[in-house]
């Protein structure tokens, strides 16, 4: 039996559209026992105990690549990260499952082949790579293969995580994007993607106000968040450095250097119309992890 541990992430940080994502310190933790024969999943809801689970498509296509089949799985699930939130609840799933895989299996498969096998099914990486390699990541994909490369984040940086009681569509969260983009746009957000990574390593807080801007998703993905423009003066009200949607929303982080900083909040958030709960993370800089047990 193996015990697989995933930190959630949050991706598409403020212009890194599609490439910039960073783990952070809430976590997935599962357990994978292989058995004779079937297939049993305790810990989620009835609707995803089954083959359809991308935990299990993740295994399996792990298994393909190391040229064996799956017989019998036993899946014991937990996860503090919300579902449809923003927070690579489908990242986790996928990297648990090929990870569980691999290792139940000797391990041959290194993390670039793990981020190979993840992407396939979820179709970028931006969030499947910092829940591998932890971190602060930047990724690409070229001729249908991810690359990624990890960045150091300050230890000050504190990710104030808002998560409202209400979800938001993958799918609509795509649709309001715009087929095309004017030039400036795209060389603003270029622009502020490479320095915001600077930023995020030495904590220059005007830089980080700065470059965390964008002009190619999130006006427009804001839109499908409630609240959006209060919940944002409210973070910075309170001295967050910046604001930014996580993922395709509808949660959002404050950043800023206050370890709690969501006490702050606190207050003006009773105010608002959704629920709307704060945790402080921080970056999370091992990610998957493995245990036999």
Not at 57 to 82: E, V, W
Not at 185 to 191: K, P, Q
Not at 255 to 284: P, Y
């Amino acid at each position: 039996m193996v015990r697989i541990k995933v930190p959630a992430t949050t991706a598409n940080i403020g212009p890194g559209f599609d490439s910039l994502g960073c783990a952070l310190s809430l976590y997935a933790v599962i357990d994978f026992e292989e058995t004779d024969a079937g297939l049993l999943i305790d810990g989620c809801e009835p609707a995803y105990q089954n083959e359809e689970n991308l935990m299990v498509a993740a295994y399996d296509l792990t298994m393909k690549r190391l040229n064996m089949q799956r017989k019998g799985l036993h899946i014991r699930f937990h996860s503090d990260i919300p579902i449809s939130r923003g927070l690579g609840s489908s990242a986790a799933l996928l990297v648990a499952g090929s990870m569980a895989a691999n290792v139940l299996h000797g391990n041959t498969l290194d993390k670039g082949e793990i981020l190979d096998i993840c992407n396939q099914i979820e179709g970028h990486p931006d969030n499947v790579a910092p829940a591998i390699y932890g971190g602060l990541t930047a990724s690409l994909v070229e001729a249908d293969k991810p690359y990624s490369v990890r960045y150091p984040i300050n230890e000050q940086a504190c990710f104030c995580v808002l998560i409202p009681n209400f979800q938001t569509s993958t799918h609509e969260a795509r649709k309001i994007l715009p087929a095309q983009v004017d030039f400036k746009d795209a060389v603003y957000n270029v622009s502020r993607t490479a320095v915001l990574c600077r930023a995020l390593e030495t904590w220059d807080e005007e830089l980080l106000t700065i470059a965390l801007n964008d002009r190619l998703h999130q006006p427009y993905r804001s839109q499908l968040i409630h609240e959006y423009d209060k919940i944002r003066q409210i973070c910075l009200k309170h001295g967050a450095a910046a604001f930014f949607i996580s993922g395709s929303g509808p949660t959002c982080i404050a950043l800023s250097k206050h370890a709690d900083f969501s006490k702050r909040l606190a207050e003006d958030l009773k105010q608002c119309r959704h629920l709307w709960q704060a945790i402080d993370l921080k970056a999370d800089l091992k990610g998957v992890e493995s245990e036999e047990i």
